[in-house]
């Protein structure tokens, strides 16, 4: 499928398979945009996909509510003794940095983790970017620690880092859409690793939700 139709179908709040590189994670994941997620959306992450529902977020939004890196906030903590802060990882074995911040709940949210609780918290993020007043509202309508990891996107999408992050945050931005994005990667129960790029293809094909080469993706984004 094309580009074309994977923007399509972000708009209509559908699903679209995005794969990274066989150089990075070599993983395919499930994406649709954060301002339409329902618990549906949810469910089908989980029982479809399997690995973690994180939620990415564009650079300048995550500065207006002072987000940070987790591995920037670990390694900043004075809790955390010298020997202790040799475990947080500064770069993934594929050779780019983590780019997990704090999980968070919506207070409106019970435990959080349900399909309700956290297509409430990640529609509600998605919601957020368009206030005027984001930084206040984050503070008084979500908790920490929560369900939905938040993922920062580099400053510079693509041109910085080419991983799911960006990639879905960029595909957003070419639908018009909020730059804020439910992710998850999909994994394949019979072999316990990550589902190949050619059995999501064939996911795909079958479901009828188009499938986006990261490599295609950052040639775009060159040219434009």
């Known amino acids: 499928m094309t580009l074309d139709e994977a923007i399509s179908s972000l708009r209509r709040g559908e699903f679209v ?3 990274d590189s066989g150089k990075r994670e070599n ?3 499930m994406v649709v945009a954060a301002q339409f997620v329902t618990p549906e ?5 989980r029982q479809n996909a399997g690995g973690l529902i994180c939620l990415a977020i564009e ?3 995550a500065k207006s509510l002072n987000l940070q890196y987790m591995h920037n906030i670990l390694s900043q903590s004075g ?3 010298s020997d202790s802060k040799k475990m947080i990882m500064g770069t ?5 940095h983590p ?3 704090i ?6 949210t019970y435990t959080g983790i349900t399909d309700k609780d956290r297509a409430l918290t990640i529609k509600e993020m998605a919601q957020l970017y368009h206030s005027d007043d984001a930084k206040n509202q984050f503070i008084t309508s979500f908790a920490t620690p929560g369900h939905v990891p938040l993922l920062l996107a580099s400053n510079g999408l693509l041109a910085k880092r080419q991983g799911h992050t960006e990639m879905s945050v960029y595909l957003a931005q070419l639908a018009n859409l909020t730059p804020v994005t439910a992710i998850c990667e999909m994994m394949d129960g019979q072999t316990y690793s990550a589902l190949t790029p050619e059995k999501a293809q064939k996911f795909a094909k079958e479901y009828a939700i188009p499938f986006i080469d990261g490599k295609e993706l950052l040639e775009f984004s060159k040219v434009r």
């Open 59 to 61: 650079d300048s939004f």
């Open 79 to 81: 809790d955390i003794d």
């Open 41 to 45: 959306h949810i469910s089908r992450m």
């Open 99 to 101: 780019t997990f911040s």
């Open 103 to 108: 999980s968070i709940n919506h207070r409106k």
């Open 17 to 19: 398979l995005l794969y």
């Open 92 to 96: 993934a074995p594929y050779g780019d």
């Open 27 to 29: 993983e395919v994941d």
